[in-house]
């Protein structure tokens, strides 16, 4: 088949996500393998978003292939009553890497459901209800997971799960509560308003405050460390669990292992794992969670549930996959690359007056574009279809070869952790010659 013939039989009896199906205007895929995939007729993209910025360690790693393959041979599923090697062996791997203090993991399919699993531990454990989560952020798309992220993405199947409490952003390029304060003020000034908002819920009803360990498709918007450092003893004043979500900024996409060992006091009671956890290859997500909750769960059965949880093949799969992260270095790559990118993004941004902000760590950043960096009004508005400049920018990016996320404003920068200069330098290049069309509408600064 070929591009045109692949997108009408997908599109004629298959449905996708999150748009119009009229809207749908894919790009195919037929071969991928390191940071480039081709589409049916032979045109190659560089992944600059490590498809749904997941597959970190790239496409076709033959040592995870050849381990996927291995475990489907021996034994291809067994039901999670049943202890088998591949969970005993990534259940270990995870509580090696994971911060101190976490030791035991339950296995979900995606990052979703572990979100899920993670609040129903959370309002378990604490016998509490609520889970206090961020306005600009995402979680994933099952009802609790969806209304726990305050990301436009849940409106249309609102209302929700009523137990959710979201609080405000740290922000400082957009929030009113930072303006006239450097970040640091504004991070205090925010956590002293989320302590309000605790109180005026009831901490005592409160289980779990539940965050991005850096915050990623909703705009890779994150607090330094007075913002960290103040949720963590508002936790700890109040009793409340810190459920640390790390399905996107996991497994060295931040030049870390995980976003939140950015900030070495804060310590977790559930860490929230999918996507790089297996780099995509094929489902997984879990929650590692401390030992006094583990402990709890020894003397109290556990309610929840999945056919799939601790698929042997998913877990093969991951710990294949941290075997790759660990040989071939990804985690310090993506800090070094990470540096590059950063420099490469900032130049741009120097030349191109449509560059309001550059922001984000590693291998997580973006631009977010503007009509006039002196208003800072959004080249394309928030949770709006995009604006003509932003889709003649996305056109040229997709023309020049580059595969990415472009949302609203923002072009995200999120490429697999594999990724060597000269790659960076090309996409950084496209990147150049697509902005150029975004200045044109955007007036000098
Ligand atoms: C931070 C975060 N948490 C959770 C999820 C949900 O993961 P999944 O799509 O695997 O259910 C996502 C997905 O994009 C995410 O970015």
Same mark, same amino acid.
């Given at each position: 088949?070929?591009?045109? @013939?692949?997108?009408?039989?997908?599109?004629?009896?298959?449905?996708?996500?999150?748009?119009?199906?009229?809207?749908?205007?894919?790009? $195919?895929?037929?071969?991928?393998?390191?940071?480039?995939?081709?589409?049916?007729?032979?045109?190659? /993209?560089?992944?600059?978003?490590?498809?749904?910025?997941?597959?970190?360690?790239?496409?076709?790693?033959?040592?995870?292939?050849?381990?996927?393959?291995?475990?489907?041979?021996?034994?291809? /599923?067994?039901?999670?009553?049943? +202890?088998? @090697?591949?969970? +005993?062996?990534?259940?270990? %791997?995870?509580?090696?890497?994971?911060?101190?203090?976490? @030791?035991?993991?339950?296995?979900?399919?995606? #990052?979703?459901?572990?979100?899920?699993?993670?609040?129903? %531990?959370?309002? &378990?454990?604490?016998?509490?209800?609520?889970?206090?989560?961020?306005?600009?952020?995402?979680?994933?798309?099952?009802? =609790?997971?969806?209304?726990? =992220?305050?990301?436009?993405?849940?409106?249309?199947?609102?209302?929700?799960?009523?137990?959710?409490?979201?609080?405000?952003?740290?922000?400082?390029?957009?929030?009113?509560?930072?303006? =006239?304060?450097?970040?640091?003020? #504004?991070?205090?000034?925010?956590?002293?308003?989320? +302590?309000?908002?605790?109180?005026?819920?009831?901490?005592?009803?409160?289980?779990?405050?539940?965050? @991005?360990?850096?915050?990623?498709?909703?705009?890779?918007? &994150?607090?330094?460390?007075?913002?960290?450092?103040?949720?963590?003893?508002?936790?700890?004043?109040?009793?409340? *669990?810190?459920?640390?979500?790390?399905?996107?900024?996991?497994?060295?996409?931040?030049?870390?292992?995980?976003?939140?060992?950015?900030?070495?006091?804060?310590?977790?009671?559930?860490?929230?794992?999918?996507?790089?956890?297996? $780099?995509?290859?094929?489902?997984?997500?879990?929650?590692?969670?401390?030992?006094?909750?583990?402990?709890?769960?020894?003397?109290?059965?556990?309610?929840?549930?999945?056919?799939?949880?601790?698929?042997?093949?998913?877990?093969?799969?991951?710990?294949?996959?941290?075997?790759?992260?660990?040989?071939?270095?990804?985690?310090?790559?993506?800090? &070094?690359? =990470?540096?590059?990118?950063? +420099?490469?993004?900032?130049?741009?941004?120097?030349?191109?007056?449509?560059?309001?902000?550059?922001?984000?760590?590693?291998? *997580?950043?973006?631009?977010?574009?503007?009509?006039?960096?002196?208003?800072?009004?959004?080249?394309?508005?928030?949770?709006?279809?995009? $604006?003509?400049?932003?889709?003649? *920018?996305?056109?040229?990016?997709?023309?020049?070869?580059? $595969?990415?996320?472009?949302?609203?404003? %923002?072009?995200?920068?999120?490429?697999? *952790?594999?990724?060597?200069?000269? &790659?960076?330098?090309?996409?950084?290049?496209?990147?150049?010659?697509?902005?150029?069309?975004?200045?044109?509408?955007?007036?000098?600064?």
């Amino acid at each position: 088949m070929n591009h045109d @013939e692949l997108v009408r039989r997908n599109k004629a009896h298959t449905l996708t996500s999150w748009t119009a199906q009229d809207d749908w205007n894919p790009l $195919s895929m037929v071969k991928a393998e390191g940071v480039y995939f081709w589409d049916a007729d032979g045109k190659r /993209y560089l992944d600059w978003s490590s498809q749904l910025f997941n597959v970190n360690i790239g496409h076709a790693n033959p040592h995870v292939i050849q381990a996927i393959q291995d475990q489907v041979a021996r034994l291809s /599923y067994a039901y999670p009553g049943i +202890a088998t @090697e591949p969970r +005993a062996v990534l259940g270990e %791997m995870l509580a090696e890497i994971t911060p101190p203090g976490l @030791e035991r993991t339950f296995f979900t399919l995606g #990052g979703a459901d572990a979100i899920e699993t993670a609040m129903k %531990m959370a309002r &378990q454990f604490t016998g509490r209800q609520k889970v206090v989560t961020r306005y600009r952020a995402f979680h994933g798309a099952t009802f =609790g997971a969806m209304s726990a =992220g305050g990301d436009p993405r849940r409106l249309a199947n609102e209302p929700g799960v009523p137990w959710i409490v979201r609080v405000h952003d740290p922000y400082p390029y957009r929030s009113p509560l930072y303006r =006239g304060r450097t970040a640091e003020e #504004g991070d205090q000034a925010l956590v002293d308003q989320v +302590a309000e908002t605790l109180d005026f819920e009831g901490p005592q009803n409160i289980a779990a405050i539940l965050l @991005e360990g850096y915050s990623g498709s909703s705009g890779v918007i &994150q607090g330094g460390e007075v913002f960290w450092n103040g949720i963590q003893s508002l936790c700890r004043q109040h009793g409340i *669990l810190l459920i640390i979500d790390e399905v996107l900024s996991g497994f060295g996409r931040t030049g870390e292992w995980f976003g939140i060992n950015h900030y070495p006091n804060v310590e977790p009671d559930m860490l929230v794992l999918a996507k790089g956890l297996t $780099s995509g290859y094929v489902p997984l997500g879990a929650v590692v969670v401390s030992e006094e909750i583990s402990a709890y769960f020894d003397r109290h059965t556990l309610w929840t549930g999945l056919t799939y949880s601790a698929h042997p093949v998913g877990c093969a799969a991951g710990i294949a996959n941290l075997e790759v992260y660990r040989t071939e270095n990804l985690i310090t790559r993506a800090r &070094q690359s =990470g540096k590059l990118l950063h +420099a490469g993004l900032v130049d741009l941004a120097e030349r191109h007056p449509s560059v309001g902000d550059v922001r984000g760590i590693g291998l *997580l950043q973006l631009l977010e574009l503007v009509a006039s960096r002196e208003s800072r009004e959004p080249l394309s508005a928030f949770n709006q279809p995009l $604006s003509e400049p932003m889709k003649a *920018l996305a056109a040229s990016l997709r023309a020049q070869g580059l $595969s990415t996320f472009v949302r609203w404003n %923002m072009i995200f920068c999120t490429p697999p *952790l594999i990724i060597d200069e000269p &790659q960076l330098r090309d996409g950084i290049k496209i990147l150049d010659e697509a902005l150029a069309i975004a200045d044109s509408y955007a007036a000098e600064a």
